[in-house]
C-alpha cells in the first residue's frame, strides 16, 4: 500500500536582486560557502548543470570528519531567475521558487519529505541551510 507523500515548505527573503540572488544559489564557487546547517558542517565539492536533465551534486561533510554524505538531483524545471525543480536519486522532489519582492527576493522551497528523520527536524536543517544562503548573498559575495 502506497503512503502519500508528505512536503515540507521552507522560505525567506533575501535583500538582494533576484539576478544576484539565482547566481549565488546556483553557482558551485557559491554553494561551497552557504550550504551548511551549521558552522561545524561544510560543503567541499559542488556540481551544478544547470539545465533540464542535468544533475546538482554537493558534499556535505562535518568539519571534524566524522560523517558526510552526498546530495544529488536531476532537474525536471529550470527557469532562470524563476523556479528550479529537481528529483533527488531516491525519486523525493524539490521545488524553489524565486520571487521579486520589494527590497529583495522571496525564495520559497519546498520538499518531500524523508521517512527516517522527523518532519520537524527536516525543516529544521533545510531552513537552517537557506538561512545560512540568505546570510552569505546578503553579504554581498
Known amino acids: 500500500m502506497a503512503t502519500q507523500q508528505q512536503s515540507i515548505t521552507i522560505e525567506t527573503t533575501v535583500n538582494a536582486p533576484v539576478e544576484k540572488v539565482w547566481e549565488i544559489w546556483n553557482k558551485p564557487e557559491h554553494i561551497i560557502q552557504w550550504n551548511s546547517a551549521s558552522p561545524d558542517w561544510h560543503t567541499p565539492s559542488a556540481e551544478n548543470d544547470l539545465r533540464v536533465g542535468g544533475q546538482l551534486k554537493s558534499r556535505m561533510e ?48 519546498t520538499f518531500d519529505a524523508e521517512n527516517q528523520n522527523s518532519l520537524e527536524m527536516q525543516r529544521m536543517g533545510w531552513q537552517a541551510i537557506l538561512d545560512s544562503f540568505r546570510a552569505y548573498a546578503e553579504k554581498g559575495q
Open 62 to 109: 562535518a568539519r571534524d570528519g566524522s560523517m558526510g554524505f552526498d546530495f544529488a538531483g536531476t532537474y525536471t524545471e529550470v527557469k532562470e531567475n524563476e523556479k528550479l525543480a529537481y528529483t533527488l536519486g531516491d525519486g523525493r522532489n524539490v521545488e524553489i521558487i524565486f520571487t521579486a519582492v520589494e527590497g529583495g527576493t522571496h525564495v520559497k522551497e
